[in-house]
């Protein structure tokens, strides 16, 4: 396949794509190209990179061969697949059932959603999800992780994801999370429902260590969940912290474990909202230790700022985690959408735009260039949380997973909130959007 007419990662020059079997064999340039650019290479546009003119040659286009599929990408920007590093399957498309979130509170988002548990079936979680994912594969997204509440005697929204996992696997990959969304010893048999979860194929450990009884328990929960995902190999992602307490000091604990086991890639915290309320001695003191450990952060702009600051009157607290100051100190930090539609958010389409226009915004990152590179948080800053790095990537030799959005750069397509003209998986088109034409008369 030979993909013509596309702005690689914002790079302002018009090249072509390359896909032999399923992988990138070319990246701009004519077939014999001196400018490839190899796997390795610095990401034009990220990492404060623009626009780079190391793979490119300025030459002839590449020649197609005979009976070889061309998509003409109508000079639309091509980047990796969206990626959402944290959503709610189980949960998604609940909304009001059995009532409405009126407080939009954390806690009463759980209090329904526990309400909601009771009625759960395989079929109605599979239904939900599967429309959910739809969603989010037409909106370009291809790597998603779901948390899983396992706070439940059945397991059985874990059962009926892990049906959809490999059912929806041609267009999106799925890593779900043994999440405890009521607590691991504030919930009755809470250890042995994860236990039972990774023995089921639970691919990452979760955790809620600022929602169990005490201190104390929040503390031994993260010791437990290290402990299961380093005895059972498994990925780990935390809620941790996501309340506007500045005494909500889990995350050290988090951060400690993972440098003491040396699995910091692996790790991942989730909202650490209460960084947005730690005094600035005390945090300087904490990225210290960030730093050192390697875990991953993933931010959920919408989510957060809506259910954070509600026990405020004013000064209001945004409820968020300190994005643009991890993101400097060289921590990973990527953005998830949370939740489409379910007691936790009544908005929500699967789309990681707009979670990054809300995430800009509200982690005051509108420079013109942090807008441009803003991508960076739903794609590369999302595969390294999800520990899927090695094979992501728009680079020569990885698989060819990518996306071409109806704009000559990010920034236009922020703004203009652009269709996703192609989703490209494996070297197969999985999607394809013909744009919307308004006439003004
Ligand atoms: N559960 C939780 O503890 N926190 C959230 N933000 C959501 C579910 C969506
Ligand atoms: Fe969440």
Known sequence: MIIRNVHVENDEAIGDVR???????????????VGIRAAGTDRAGVNGGRAAADHRDGTSAQVSRPGETVIDGQGGVLLPPFVDP????????????????ETGTLFDGIRIWSERKKSLSVADVKDRARRTIDMMVRHGI???????????????????????????????????????????????????LMQRAVSEGADVIGGIPHFEFTRDYGVESLKFLVDLAVKNDRLVDVHCDEIDDPASRNLE?????????????????????????????????????????????????????HLGGRFDTYPKRRGL???????????????????IRDPWSPLGAGNMLDVVRMGVYAAQLMGYSQIMDSYKYVTYN???????????????????????????????????????????????VIVSTRPHVTTLR
């Open 19 to 33: 896909i032999d079997d399923g992988v990138f064999a070319q990246i701009g340039g004519s077939a014999d190209s």
């Open 142 to 192: 291809q790597h998603i992780r779901s948390h899983v509440d396992v706070t439940d005697p059945g397991l059985v929204a874990l059962h009926a994801l892990l049906e959809l996992k490999s059912e929806v696997e041609q267009y999106a990959d799925l890593q779900l999370v043994a999440f405890p969304q009521e607590g691991i010893l504030s919930y009755p048999n809470g250890k042995a």
């Open 253 to 305: 604990v988090l951060a400690t474990l993972a440098l003491e086991n040396g699995i910091g890639d692996r790790v991942t915290a989730s909202h650490t909202t209460a960084m947005g309320s730690y005094n600035d001695a005390y945090t300087y003191k904490l990225f210290r230790l960030l730093k050192m450990s390697g875990i991953s952060f993933v931010s959920n702009p919408l989510v957060n700022m």
């Open 382 to 428: 999302g595969a390294k949380a999800l520990h899927i790095d090695d094979h992501y990537g728009i680079e020569v030799g990885k698989p060819a997973n990518c996306i071409i959005l109806n704009a000559s750069n990010f920034y236009e397509a922020l703004n203009e909130n652009d269709e996703v003209l192609y989703s490209i998986r494996a070297g197969k």
């Open 321 to 339: 985690t300190r994005v643009k100051e991890l993101d400097a100190d060289g921590i990973n930090v990527a953005f998830g959408e949370d939740d």
């Open 86 to 101: 944290h959503v709610h399957l189980d949960a998604a498309l609940t909304a009001g059932d059995p009532e409405w979130n």
